[in-house]
């Protein structure tokens, strides 16, 4: 049977028909939909897990009971997981144990475009990098095969293009894999320093043994056609190198770490000229330097963006590509915004009027950078906003911090944010934090967190009070309020920052694109009572357009949520149709 899958899709059947039993990830784009499909398999226990440090953590405890486990993150994940990550290389694995990682060139989803390749280097892990639907399945069934064979984690490297491109897809039959026996060794599982010591004699072989292994390694591929021009490629670039030197001789890595030293100088031997093409760092290219191979790369291709086969084109062979057809009109610029009923909107209004420095974080309230709103200043990673208000006032004093708020979502303050706002009461800060509560994990596509009170397969389960949760860290002044009450939010703010302890601010209604939500319909503008102030256009509203002589409200983007009606002195907002 065949069917046409993502390769995040393609990866979670790997996961079915490799005899997966548990599987444990944080949603990250564009890494999301593995777990999300893994969970339509009830062969297989799945969960969100509160971050990618908890998901693997879960893996590793499944693994040492015996089970295969896996767990799945975006780049940016690796950072928080690599903890564990690096200790688990030292114990090696029971049952096997695969991690997924997508990376993101070109950061369409991203705040960086970070390399995994390099996390598997220094954690002593190999790395597969499949480069099409079919191959991420059938990798993650070889991948277990190898974590079990060489007793270590090993990663899957995807990028945007793999997880998000479909391509058939043959479907197997599940492996029926019988949990290993558990025994305690403590010697292999308890990481103390002697015992990590003599773990780590263990981890140096282990790698000599699977660097070598790499050069017969049935993933590692050599295509033999023309010998003027040769490239070793691995993922999504080994198909627009194909596309582009369709008869040129390849090196396919499948396995892009360790790499395979013997078989990259054997195939260097047969070719005149040989490339290598990779986006992101030299990574494959620096190995080949070091081993005395001469190849072409970051001379000639780009060490920033995702590669198509348009820029190996351009860059290798000097062909710009042309367009068939040049449209001649200005092409209109659309910037991301947030929804029509977006509950941040209110927030960042109010923010702005006060004048605040903002503190911010990731999610889609990360858009309030943008104008009209303009009202974060800093945004650098998961739970970063509240620390980094903190040391805001360590830094310039609590005069500041009466001028500062930090501003996170709530699937985010559960991820990393608990720590921080810890640190504040502990260390004597008076900061504001406000947690953007929208019953939701927004960003990443509605996925649920331990704030909804449902599980990855809509389970009821237990639900975190954010109030009570703020108030046991030791925040007395917690206040619960909605956003679009522009008025009384602003009231509690200026409250809140004016004190001097720390305080934080919920402010709860549900993201406008819940099935759950459901507003009264599209409003329009009353002429007769509009005055043309513009004071609606500072809420960033795309159903609202500035006609330069008159307002309008697009009634194909308005959902009604009524916000805009809090803003306007003159009562010009009415339902439409009445």
Known sequence: MKRLMLGNEAIARGA??????????????PSTEITENIATYDEIYSEWAPNEK????????????????????????????????????????????VICVADDPGMHSSQNEQDSRHYARAAKVPMLEPSDSQECKDFVKTAFELSEKFDVPVFIRLSTRISHSQSVVKLGERVDFKLKEYKKDFGKFVMMPAMARRRHVIVEQRQSDIASFSNSFELNKIEIKSKKIGIISSGINYQYAKEVFPDASFLKLGMVYPLPEKLIKDFAKEVETLYVIEDLDPFIEEFCKTIGVKVIGKEKLPIIG?????????????????????????????????????????????????GLTVSGDIGCYTLGALPPSESMDTCVCMGASVSMAHGFEK???????????????????????????????????????????????????????????YTIK???????????????????????????????F?????????????SVIITQ??????????????????????????????????????????????????????????????????????
């Open 306 to 354: 995702e590669y198509s086969s348009a820029l190996i084109k351009e860059k290798l062979l000097g062909q710009a590509v042309v367009t068939e057809k040049k449209i001649n009109d200005e092409t209109p610029i659309r910037p991301p915004v947030m929804c029509p009923g977006c509950p941040h909107r209110g927030m960042y209004y109010v923010l702005k009027k006060l």
């Open 16 to 29: 079915y028909e490799a005899g997966v039993t548990v599987a444990s990830a944080y949603p990250g784009t």
């Open 395 to 453: 830094a310039r004093g609590k005069d500041f911090s009466k001028k500062t708020v930090a501003v996170i979502g709530d699937s985010t303050f559960i991820h990393s944010g608990i720590t921080g706002l810890i640190d504040i009461v502990y260390n004597k800060g008076t900061s504001t934090v406000i947690i953007l509560d929208n019953s939701i994990t927004g960003m990443t596509g509605h996925q649920h967190n331990p704030t909804t009170g």
């Open 490 to 502: 602003e009231k509690i703010v200026k409250e809140e920052i004016a004190t001097e302890e720390p």
């Open 509 to 578: 209604r549900p993201c406008a694109l819940l099935k759950s939500v459901k507003y009264t319909g599209p409003l329009r503008i009353n002429t007769e009572k509009c005055t043309k102030c513009k004071m609606c256009m500072k809420i960033g509203c795309p159903a609202i357009v500035d006609k330069g002589d008159s307002m309008l409200v697009n009634e194909a983007l308005c959902v009604g949520c009524g916000l805009c009606t809090n803003i306007c002195r003159f009562s010009a907002f009415e339902k439409a149709g009445e």
């Open 54 to 97: 908890v998901s693997l953590e879960v893996a590793i405890g499944a693994s040492f009971a015996g089970a295969r486990a896996v767990c799945a993150m975006k780049h940016v994940g690796v950072n928080v997981a690599a903890d564990p990550l690096f200790t688990a290389s030292y114990t090696g694995v029971n049952g096997g144990l």
């Open 458 to 488: 809509g389970e009821p389960t237990r639900q975190v009070d954010l109030v009570k949760l703020a108030q046991a860290v030791g925040i007395e002044r917690v206040t619960v309020c909605d956003p679009f009450d522009v008025k009384g």
